[in-house]
């Protein structure tokens, strides 16, 4: 199995074209966008996903493409990807859970994006809950950490991981800081 295989994948399972993207465009370009993220080779805009703000996200809303990312997102955390590619799509997932509205164009639709991604994220608690375990990366299991606070029901369990997590995460998430549950 090549490295993103599973992210290719689950973006030619979209139909990017159909979508509208923030910008006002078709969200076909958003595919690209989203391979280059993968690209352990990428710098700038292309490495941080930032390039996403104002066309999936933005401080205030989601568009309609956040549910297609938010599942690639997820198949990127199951690919074998290197270190500082899966910190990226944990950065994108984790703006996709804290979305806090939906576009207008969506909501006239009766979508509530943010809760959307919410439910598929639910779909992934395994696959955080590795993140913070594995030891890979303080940064990256805090990120994780912080998605899981958004996204699962289960409050003890959450709890039980952060005890049993202890050094693994960061200050922030050990001593509930970060918390708003």
Known sequence: ????????????????????????DSAEHLAPDLLRLADDRAVGEEANGAG??????????????????????LAALADPIPPEVRHRFLDLLQHMVAGE????????????L??????????GLWLLY???????????????????????PDRERLRGVREAAGELLPVCCRTGLCDDW
Do not use: K, N
Not at 1 to 23: F, K
Not at 114 to 123: G, N, S, T, V, Y
């Open 1 to 24: 199995m090549r490295l993103i295989e599973l992210i290719e994948w689950e973006i030619s399972r979209q139909d990017w074209a159909a979508m509208r993207c923030g910008c006002g």
């Open 52 to 73: 996403f703000e104002e066309h999936v996200w933005s401080p205030v809303l989601l568009w309609e493409p956040a549910p297609a990312v938010t599942t690639v997102a």
């Open 101 to 112: 509205g939906t576009d207008a164009a969506s909501a006239r639709r009766g979508l509530d």
């Open 114 to 123: 943010p809760e959307r991604c919410r439910a598929l994220a639910r779909q």
């Open 130 to 152: 590795e993140e913070v375990a594995s030891g890979r990366s303080v940064s990256a299991a805090g990120t994780a950490f912080e998605i899981l606070s958004v996204v699962e």
